[in-house]
């Protein structure tokens, strides 16, 4: 069971984890139908199979995308304004500007030609639809595969109904293992094998596997659900359940598609199956969108005919029935469940009238968990906040949608918004956060303490992106409110976050005397966390920027003795950076050099690109001041993209930017305009995860191109690129790859056309020095 896949070249596409049984024409005439298709629609009941198709038929196609097959889970997200967030995620594309998400996709994919797969749209079926209709017009090279019960209703949509797998008719001899013909009776073998390693099909009891089957309709989460039966039933016993459940007055009920009430209906007779408890536990857990642990089960699940102490065996029979899935978290384990199965669930929970309950008991669960990390933070916890909280990204958006569609829970979705800061400001989440937190606003428009502290840390992220303007009109209503009502918390931090605005917007001298303030402040409260150090280390850059460097060196100084003390590594490792900046405006290169690796490294745990990228420019800088212009090149462009996904170059801000115009314009004369944007070029063609490896030296510069760059041809161009190398003819070509001579002289001509060579010597030569042939 499952939805697993094959990871195969560039891409997210999950292993395979089972079998993948009876498909293979489907994949054969989907993959033909992408050739002349951009959108292919898999539609059918849920269960059929839309998915496992999806990524199978992806992950053969990857050769013909140099840019990747992806794969984008629709399935747990519930908020349609979040779709376009949830597919930069899943590609991997980082932008926490303002800028519309679907925009960023739309410049990401522009020149890219990949596959991307849109799991399970029906239900955002219009948000899905509209995005799909702008990455198309906007990107030639994107080729779309959605699954979904209802078709996009598109312009060029082409649809392929997924049906179920063929079965034998009714009284059809099944001679001399002729069941195997069968991929519905070789799916149940295979599943039933797995439970009972004695079961087989035999002459004996093969038409008994077969009436099992088309009792299923041939949907194979059905078949694979009645297989574990075998755990406890006989095959007799399992067939003679199913005849009765479908025979049951309104087991089946009128209207919708006959396959889809069957598949409802062999769920239903699994969880009539279960036991009292483990039905409440089935339907309490549909409430969770991402996995869930034991400690949220026993809170969100527990009471009213579920004790607490029995969780544990309780969860460990639904994973034996194959209705929960059991994912390992280091030393603890995770349960999810199938989507289908979830909204099973989900009904099941309407239908005892728990919804409401049970949502608001997984809404305390994290908000207690949020709360409960936001303290934790300031610490040397920080590293496991920030894994714990990503893993819970799925159930967070779930508890802040109900909180913000229920009208009694809007002050709680308020608190939980702006408690989750931590991780929008420091985890590299700003462009979500920022959504949660202006929808928050809009929809609890009345002051007050909640409202306060949403307004600061909502100007702190707006800050961050860039809108200076939005940011002040947030803080000082936070500011106009703290004063009317003394809330001096409120007041203080409102305060320090006005200072970081007016810093990066050149104002030096005034953010100065708000930081100050702010520090009075917090000092006067006792305050002290990760937020209130910053105000310190932003002092320490706005007296850089006004010259007074011993007065940084103080300021970070006292910051990173305060982060030792605690274990706080987030706000010390900018500290540490402001370190770098002192260091390099005394000539210091060596402590330079080691206090901007050391802000990286610490950094990039928590995926914060601001900081990320801070460090690395401070890196570039110190290179050119070593005379180091290549790598300094080669860094500035690695530095490019990631500005572009945090949003204005160094804040377009004039102090902030010196250095980097002076760093530019230096190694540009250094080098000369053709070697510096070739460097410069190269460092921008870096992934995340190879600039941080360069400007760590971590790889050499042309490693790390190498790996950045993806290669202009397929898997196959590449064999036949070695074949060119080694002195082939074309005839001789396709003999080794087994293909017709007519096919390999297409796959020369376009290698020369994409390499830009007039000549197979000239791609043997260019083969010679690159590493991106392979040889057949």
């Known amino acids: 069971m499952g939805k697993p896949g094959a990871t195969c070249g560039k ?59 992806w794969l984008v889970e629709l399935a747990g997200l519930q908020d349609p304004a979040l779709v376009a967030h949830t597919a930069l995620e899943a590609l991997g594309v980082h932008d926490e500007t303002g800028r519309s998400p679907a925009a960023v996709l739309a410049e990401h994919l522009r020149h890219r030609r990949l596959l991307v797969i849109l799991d399970n749209c029906e239900h955002l079926l219009d948000a899905c639809a509209a995005l799909a209709h702008d990455l198309l017009r906007a990107a030639p090279g994107l080729r779309l595969l959605a699954t979904s019960r209802e078709r996009l209703a598109l312009a060029g949509e082409h649809l392929w109904p997924v049906s179920p797998l063929p079965l034998p008719e009714p009284g059809q001899p099944l001679l001399d293992g002729a069941w195997l013909q069968y991929p519905a009776l070789t799916l149940f073998a295979e599943r039933a094998s797995s439970v009972d390693p004695w079961f087989a099909v035999t002459e004996e009891n093969q038409e008994r596997v077969a009436e099992v089957c088309r009792l299923l309709a041939g949907i194979p989460l059905a078949i694979e659900l009645a297989a574990v039966r075998l755990r406890v039933l006989t095959l007799a016993e399992l067939e003679s359940g199913l005849a009765d459940c479908f025979r049951l007055p309104g087991t089946v009920k009128r209207g919708g598609e ?60 639904l994973v034996e029935k194959s209705v929960l899935l059991r994912e390992a978290d280091g030393d603890r384990q995770r349960f999810r469940l199938l989507e289908p199965l979830r909204q099973f669930g989900r009904d099941r929970l309407a239908d005892a009238g728990e919804t409401g309950p049970v949502r608001r008991r997984m809404r305390d669960h994290y908000l207690d968990l949020a709360e409960r990390s936001e303290r934790a933070w300031f610490g040397p916890e920080q590293p496991e906040i920030f894994r714990r909280t990503r893993l819970e990204h799925a159930n967070l958006r779930a508890a802040l949608d109900y909180s913000l569609t229920v009208p009694a829970e809007l002050e709680t979705g308020l608190r939980l918004a702006s408690t989750l800061w931590f991780y929008w400001a420091g985890c590299g989440v700003f462009g979500e956060g920022r959504h949660w937190l202006d929808r928050a606003l809009a929809l609890a428009p009345e002051p007050s303490g909640e409202r306060a502290k949403a307004l600061w840390v909502n100007g702190y992220v707006a800050t961050l992106q860039g809108d200076h303007d939005g940011a002040v009109t947030m803080l000082e209503e936070c500011r106009a409110y703290a004063r009317r009502t003394g809330d001096d918390v409120a007041l203080a931090y409102a305060t320090h976050r006005l200072g970081c605005n007016l810093l990066v917007g050149d104002y030096v001298g005034d953010a100065k005397t708000l930081f100050e303030e702010a520090q009075i402040r917090y000092r006067k409260l006792g305050e002290l966390n990760s937020n209130v150090m910053l105000a310190g280390i932003e002092l320490a850059i706005a007296s850089i920027f006004l010259g007074d460097l011993d007065r940084a060196a103080e300021l970070c100084e006292e910051a990173c003795q305060t982060g030792v003390a605690h274990g706080e590594q987030w706000a010390s490792a900018y500290a540490i950076y402001v370190q770098a900046l002192v260091a390099l405006s005394r000539g210091d290169l060596d402590r330079a050099a080691e206090h901007g690796r050391h802000c990286l490294r610490v950094k990039s745990t928590f995926h914060d690109l601001l900081g990320i990228v801070l460090a690395i420019e401070v890196l570039a800088w110190n290179d050119a001041a070593r005379e180091r212009w290549e790598p300094a090149a080669t860094m500035l462009g690695s530095a490019h993209p990631i500005w572009q996904a945090v949003g204005f170059p160094m804040f377009g801000s004039r102090y902030f930017g010196a250095p980097h115009g002076e760093c530019e314009a230096q190694v540009r004369r250094a080098l000369g305009d053709g070697p510096f944007e070739a460097a410069f070029r190269r460092g921008r063609e870096f992934g995340l995860p190879e600039a941080i490896a360069y400007a760590l030296g971590d790889v050499t510069p042309s490693a790390a191109a190498e790996q950045a760059r993806p290669s202009p041809l397929t898997d196959r161009e590449g064999e036949v690129v070695a074949l060119i190398a080694d002195g082939r003819s074309n005839q001789e070509i396709a003999d080794r790859l087994v293909i017709s001579r007519r096919t390999a002289e297409g796959h020369v001509n376009r290698i020369l056309r994409k390499l830009g060579f007039d000549s197979r010597a000239q791609v043997a030569a260019w083969a010679a020095r690159s590493s991106q042939v392979t040889a057949p």
């Open 11 to 69: 891409g997210n596409l999950p292993a395979d984890t089972t079998s993948f049984i009876g498909r293979k024409p489907d994949v054969a005439e989907v993959k033909q139908l992408l050739t002349r298709a951009r959108l292919v629609t898999l539609t059918g009941v849920g269960g059929v199979g839309k998915t496992r198709l999806a990524v199978q038929t992806a992950a053969g196609l990857s050769r013909a995308f140099p840019d990747g097959v």
């Open 258 to 317: 006959a396959r889809h009430q069957t598949l409802l209906a062999s769920i239903d007779w699994s969880y009539a199956l279960c036991g009292p408890a483990e039905r409440h536990l089935w339907a309490r857990a549909s409430v969770f969108l991402g996995g869930f642990d034991l400690p949220a089960a026993e809170r969100v699940c527990a009471g009213a005919g579920l004790p607490a102490g029995e969780l544990p065996a309780l969860l460990a029979g």
